[in-house]
């Protein structure tokens, strides 16, 4: 089955160090990668994409992820973590069916972020 | 813009009432989605639009109905609410471009049933 798996629940970084939140996918063919983020009683965010090209996609807010599809990962990562950081970060997939269609998004469970002072 | 809006933002139901889920975009986008989000179990995906008139079932459509009569609008319809139905909504919307797969979403609405 095509899925995404984030395999931590939280994340909790000390403000200044670096983060890293997991995410690795099984989907046949070539996946299409998302991060977004989610503030407490808000819709998500589109953070960053990757679609093609190099594996090392920036992102807003100074978020960067990689792909690396030897090991069919896509970490997101932040040099320096913030307080305002704090949130909910969900990976997702599409799943691009047959014909063209744009293809759905499939979410993992989500991780929580804590970055505290 | 005002992007991708929900009304309303909570709602408490009754074991067996029905309401609709209103959400509008304003970005002109084709796309357009509905998704429930359950603790500690991501989004799941409910329904999807990808024009005026096109309607396609997702994950765990039972118990809900679509319709897209315009392009900026989607609602969302419950019938005969269930406790199982208590979750957040949230409704996005995507370009629906070969170089645009990010979709947007909305506030979200709370609904409750009991």
């Known amino acids: 089955a095509q899925s995404v798996a984030q395999p931590e629940d939280q994340v909790n970084v000390a403000e200044g160090n670096p983060l890293t939140v997991k995410c690795t996918y099984s989907?046949?063919?070539?996946?299409?990668l998302f991060w977004y983020v989610q503030y407490p009683n808000r819709g998500l965010q589109f953070l960053l994409k990757?679609?093609?090209?190099?594996?090392l996609v920036k992102g807003s807010y100074g978020f960067e992820a990689e792909f690396n599809k030897s090991q069919t990962s896509f970490h997101l990562k932040k040099p320096s973590a913030l307080v305002s950081d704090s949130a909910l970060y969900f990976c997702?997939?599409?799943?691009?069916?047959?014909?063209?269609?744009?293809?759905?998004?499939?979410f993992g469970k989500g991780t929580k972020l804590s970055v505290k002072p | 813009n005002a992007g991708v809006t929900q009304t309303p933002k909570f709602r408490i139901l009754k074991i067996g009432q029905s309401m609709t889920l209103q959400c509008a975009q304003d970005?002109?986008?084709?796309?357009m989605y509905w998704y429930r989000q359950d603790p500690g179990m991501g989004l799941k995906l409910i329904y999807y639009?990808?024009?005026?008139?096109?309607?396609d079932k997702g994950e765990v459509p039972n118990g809900y109905n679509v319709s897209r009569s315009t392009t900026e609008d989607f609602p969302l319809r419950l019938e005969l609410a269930a406790p199982s139905q208590t979750s957040v909504y949230f409704c996005?919307?995507?370009?629906?471009?070969?170089?645009?797969?990010?979709?947007?979403f909305g506030p979200g609405t709370r609904l409750t049933v009991t």
């Open positions: 989907v046949s063919g070539n996946p299409y």
């Open positions: 639009s990808v024009g005026a008139g096109i309607t």
């Open positions: 996005a919307s995507s370009p629906g471009t070969t170089s645009s797969y990010e979709q947007y």
């Open positions: 997702a997939v599409i799943l691009r069916p047959y014909g063209g269609s744009q293809g759905n998004l499939i």
């Open positions: 970005m002109n986008h084709n796309y």
């Open positions: 990757y679609i093609t090209g190099d594996n």
